[in-house]
């Protein structure tokens, strides 16, 4: 059974001392929720402040990015083992934002991960299609590409490390989120492509979440799908209630027979 993870992505939203707020305000909310996996991920700026707040509690931190250098000369960015010295434990890798406004490619993904795996960080992968691709009947053939981009050249054991979220872009804040078949059929479909790639168990324990306009009224019905492990979430993170009632809703689903869950 793989333990459901939640995970909340702030993006370019709240200063430290709002940040410091809202995760106050999550520890106390999220507190009886012991069966899934909480991960909040603010600006790097809030990062060494939120992880104080979150000394002793179930919620983990991590980073919304980082650049596979460790140092050197490259102004403005941030290295594995600076979020790693901030508190994260987390690191969301290849977003779809970062790909479209900051040319984040299969191959730099690729390297970001591997930066992650070194420094001991968990990567949250991020793959999916734009509209277009969809519409054109590609979307299997990018997220394939994606996939095979990304982990080139990565171990069994590396795998058994990181986390993919699955994110159709058309359904990054946008409010149309993909219905619970759509998300299933992809989620499903990873998972061979890792089968493939690095075996079955590997691929049985891999936990793939979805992202894309996910909130408290449709996360049930995603979780309740057998290949979906949790959910990526921005827009509905920066609020204390709504992430609380979407993390309620993804443990509720879990606990129906699974008898009683479609494929
Ligand atoms: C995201 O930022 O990864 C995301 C899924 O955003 P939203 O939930 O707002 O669609």
Redesign the pocket.
């Known amino acids: 059974m793989r333990k459901p993870i939640i995970a909340g992505?702030w993006?370019l939203h709240k200063t430290v001392k709002e940040s410091i707020d809202l995760v106050t305000l999550l520890k106390r909310q999220v507190s009886e929720f012991g069966q899934a996996e909480i991960i909040i991920c603010p600006v790097y700026t809030a990062l060494a402040s939120v992880a104080e707040v979150l000394l002793g509690s179930e919620i983990q931190l991590g980073a919304q990015d980082l650049y596979w250098e460790e140092k050197g000369a490259f102004t403005g960015q941030v290295s594995a083992p600076l979020v790693k010295e901030a508190g994260a434990s987390f690191v969301?890798i290849g977003?779809?934002?970062r790909r479209q406004f900051f040319h984040d490619t299969d191959e730099t993904v690729n390297k970001k991960i591997k930066a992650a795996l070194k420094w001991d960080l968990t990567p949250i992968v991020?793959v999916g299609e734009l509209l277009a691709e969809r519409e054109a009947n590609k979307t299997m053939q990018v997220v394939e590409k994606q996939v095979k981009g990304a982990f080139e050249g990565l171990s069994r054991e590396d795998l058994q490390k990181l986390t993919v979220?699955y994110?159709p872009v058309w359904?990054?804040?946008?409010?149309k989120v993909a219905t619970p078949e759509q998300a299933q059929e992809m989620h499903a479909f990873i998972r061979k492509q890792i089968y493939k790639l690095f075996g079955s168990d590997t691929a049985e324990g891999l936990r793939i979440l979805y992202?894309?306009?996910?909130?408290p009224d449709n996360i049930v019905g995603l979780m309740q799908k057998p290949d979906i492990d949790g959910?990526?979430?921005?827009?509905?993170?920066l609020e204390a209630q709504a992430f609380t009632d979407i993390i309620r809703g993804a443990v509720l689903a879990r606990t129906v027979p699974s008898s009683a869950k479609g494929r």
């Open positions: 992505n993006k969301i977003h779809s934002e991020c979220a994110e359904a990054i804040g946008t409010g992202g894309g306009s996910v909130k959910a990526l979430v921005g827009g509905a993170s």
